[in-house]
């Protein structure tokens, strides 16, 4: 059975930063894709970041130089570093994963992946 946690969220004032944890069970953090996504209240849930196998990475244009993701193969756990935050990345953040091949143009896109967490909130005030 597929799990994933999210947890690392909270709230913090502008500027400052917090790291997301994502631990899985039941899949594999060394294989596959995984990504990153959020979504504010009204507003469709949109792609992060995401990484592949290989460790090749790929991000929201808007949030590059902010958000890093990377992985811990040995402790099957993924992560996303979020740094300089604004009031506007506000929203619960997810983490997804899938285990189909994904082009490097849908790795950011929520319908292309299976598994799901249950979100962190991630709360930014002035």
């Known amino acids: 059975q597929v799990q994933l946690v999210e947890s690392g969220g909270g709230s913090v004032q502008s500027g400052g930063s917090l790291r997301l944890s994502c631990v899985a069970s039941?899949?594999?953090?060394?294989?596959?894709?995984w990504g990153w996504f959020r979504q504010a209240p009204g507003k469709e849930r949109e792609g992060v970041a995401a990484?592949?196998?290989?460790?090749?990475?790929r991000y929201a244009e808007s949030l590059k130089g902010r958000f890093t993701i990377s992985r811990d193969i040995a402790k099957n756990t993924v992560y996303l570093q979020m740094n300089s935050l604004k009031p506007e990345d506000t929203a619960m953040y997810y983490c997804?994963?899938?285990?189909?091949?994904?082009?490097?143009?849908?790795?950011?896109?929520?319908?292309?992946?299976?598994?799901w967490g249950q979100g962190t909130q991630v709360t930014v005030s002035l």
């Open positions: 039941g899949f594999s953090v060394a294989n596959d894709y």
């Open positions: 990484i592949d196998s290989e460790d090749k990475t």
């Open positions: 997804a994963a899938d285990s189909q091949l994904l082009s490097p143009s849908r790795r950011l896109s929520p319908t292309a992946y299976d598994y």
